[in-house]
T-cell receptor, first 109, second 113 residues
Framework: ELKVEQNPLFLSMQEGKNYTIYCNYS?????LYWYRQDPGKSLESLFV?????AVKQEGRLMASLDTKARLSTLHITAAVHDLSATYFC?????????FGKGTRLSVIA | ETGVTQTPRHLVMGMTNKKSLKCEQH?????MYWYKQSAKKPLELMFV???????ENNSVPSRFSPECPNSSHLFLHLHTLQPEDSALYLC????????????FGSGTRLTVV
């Protein structure tokens, strides 16, 4: 059974600081997805990582995938308040995507 | 709008009511999904449809009944629900080749009273 674990589950960080969210999964996969969810809203696709060593960047967020370590990271650079949301990673191996529990990020002044 | 439309956005129903949630996509996707998101719980996959055929039922109670009349429409029929069924119900779709991931609708916030 595929398991996806994110940590931390809660993250409070100051504006301007850097931090990394980790996503580990239990079964070999070369597909990993990151989503963002604002309170009471739906999930918005952020990144699609489809191969080992893939790196994608959008603004202050950068995601990477290491399929050998079964690990993806979502790095936040110089956080701003607008990044406050819950971030989910998801993995699929010829099955419906399995989601992590999400990391609730709060960026404070 | 993401291309996946869910209605209604909010629903309050009594435990003896019957209601339906609707999901519609015109993205050319062949797979559609229902997820349940409760407070402080991870996303729970409920049902999967591929080309209108149900391919997964994740041990969902029979008071939830899905229907997929075609590849563009997905319904979730609700009857005799319990208060613990109150949650955000999300519909998603994906294309024939998965790599682009899922597109989610805005969700239906369901409250059972």
């Amino acid at each position: 059974e595929l398991k996806v674990e994110q940590n931390p589950l809660f993250l409070s960080m100051q504006e301007g600081k850097n931090y990394t969210i980790y996503c580990n999964y239990s079964t070999t996969s070369d597909r990993l997805y990151w989503y963002r969810q604002d309170p009471g809203k739906s999930l918005e696709s952020l990144f699609v990582l489809l191969s080992n060593g893939a790196v994608k960047q959008e603004g202050r967020l950068m995601a990477s995938l290491d399929t050998k370590a079964r690990l993806s990271t979502l790095h936040i650079t110089a956080a701003v308040h607008d990044l406050s949301a819950t971030y989910f990673c998801a993995v699929g191996v010829n099955t419906p995507l399995v989601f992590g529990k999400g990391t609730r990020l709060s960026v404070i002044a | 709008e993401t291309g996946v439309t869910q209605t209604p956005r909010h629903l309050v129903m009594g435990m003896t009511n019957k209601k339906s949630l609707k999901c519609e996509q015109h993205l050319g996707h062949n797979a559609m999904y229902w997820y349940k998101q409760s407070a402080k719980k991870p996303l729970e996959l409920m049902f999967v449809y591929n080309f209108k055929e149900q391919t997964e039922n994740n041990s969902v109670p029979s008071r939830f009944s899905p229907e997929c009349p075609n590849s563009s429409h997905l319904f979730l029929h609700l009857h005799t629900l319990q208060p613990e069924d109150s949650a955000l119900y999300l519909c998603a779709s994906s294309p024939p080749t998965e790599p682009s991931g899922y597109t989610f609708g805005s969700g239906t916030r369901l409250t059972v009273v």
